[in-house]
């Protein structure tokens, strides 16, 4: 049986909550803990939210860093966010690695939210077992992340596997996260959603509800779910062959609306050679940050050739 002394602390930093938990050494969730995110007072509430949270787990962890997934764009070399949406006031800029080692006394160690889910996928999820991994999250808006060799890809400015602003058939009239229009995020997303019903009907309502009524029978949101669902499993298809990884999967509110279309999609665009790389659901929903967290802050003992656990003797 794995020991809590064993375990390690992850932290969650999102735009409306901030979670963390204490992840054991096989992945299970020991206990978890969270409170609103104070994104309005700005990074330094933000970070002591954190820190209060963390410093909570920290007793019953080993003596190793303090894993964090975020909202943002970080810099893979310094721990800071080079960019980050208007979830997150000021957020960009915030050196959350060192302020929130600052706070808590220990090493810390940083990466994106979705990075950390897709780490987490890997290591004790619906990628268990496979150390090249594609993810993508659909949720209001649309992330991904590469996990190779068991360990996050961050790339070279923390931005790998943004298939947000992947061109996207169809999608010439709609206008993407990023301020442009006839990307991958317009039509395959939360607010895609709701700007494709927009555009069929004329009647504004959210992605959430547009996913509610194609279940319900509603002809349009079954159109704009299915288009949707299409796209993004065509894009993926595309990037399979480019990426190479052994699984894709997806995550993210929105994104068992659009399976069923976009695993049609993918199968049908797959070439051959890439037949055996399946198109699956994540399976850690709400925990999968923080359990790829905890996971990151185990990545010194991977690097040194022990296991990332070290659940033997000292």
């Known amino acids: 049986m794995t020991s809590p002394a064993h375990a390690a602390v992850g932290v969650d930093i999102g735009g409306t909550k901030t979670a963390a938990a204490l992840v054991a050494a096989d992945g299970t969730v020991l206990r ?8 309005g007072s700005g990074p330094g509430a933000v970070l002591d939210t954190a820190a209060r949270l963390a410093a909570e787990l920290i007793p019953g962890a080993a003596d ?13 070399a310094t721990g800071g966010i080079r960019y980050a949406t208007d979830s997150l006031p000021g957020w960009t800029g915030t050196a959350v690695r060192a302020e929130l080692a600052g706070r808590l006394g220990r090493p810390v160690r940083v990466a994106n939210d979705v990075h950390a889910a897709a780490l987490g996928e890997s290591w004790a999820g619906a990628g268990r077992g496979r150390g090249h991994l594609l993810l993508v999250a659909v949720g209001t808006g649309l992330g991904g992340a590469l996990v190779r060799h068991g360990r996050i890809d961050p790339g070279a400015r923390g931005a790998a596997g943004a298939v947000a602003h992947l061109p996207a058939p169809g999608a010439g009239r709609l206008r993407c996260g990023c301020g442009r229009y006839g990307h991958l995020e317009a039509v395959a997303s939360g607010t895609g959603l709701a700007a494709g019903y927009a555009l069929r009907t004329g009647e504004r309502i959210t992605g959430r509800e547009v996913a509610e009524r194609a279940t319900a029978g509603d002809a349009a949101a079954r159109e ?3 288009r949707a669902g299409a ?13 190479d990884p052994q699984v894709v ?16 999609a993918y199968a049908a665009e797959l070439p051959s ?23 990151l802050a185990t990545e010194e003992l991977v ?3 022990r296991p990332a656990f070290d659940e033997g003797k000292d």
């Open 64 to 76: 190793r860093p303090v894993g964090v997934g975020t909202a943002g764009t970080v810099d893979p």
């Open 32 to 39: 978890r803990l969270r409170a609103p995110t104070p994104a």
């Open 249 to 264: 999967l997806v995550a993210g509110g929105a994104g068992g609306a659009l399976l069923p279309a976009a695993t049609a």
């Open 224 to 226: 704009v779910v299915e």
């Open 273 to 295: 050679g890439w037949a055996d790389v399946p198109l699956l659901p994540a399976a850690l929903g709400a925990d999968a940050v923080v359990v790829g967290a905890a996971r």
């Open 231 to 243: 796209s993004l499993g065509a894009a993926l298809a595309g990037l399979v062959t480019t990426l």
């Open 303 to 305: 690097g040194a050739g």
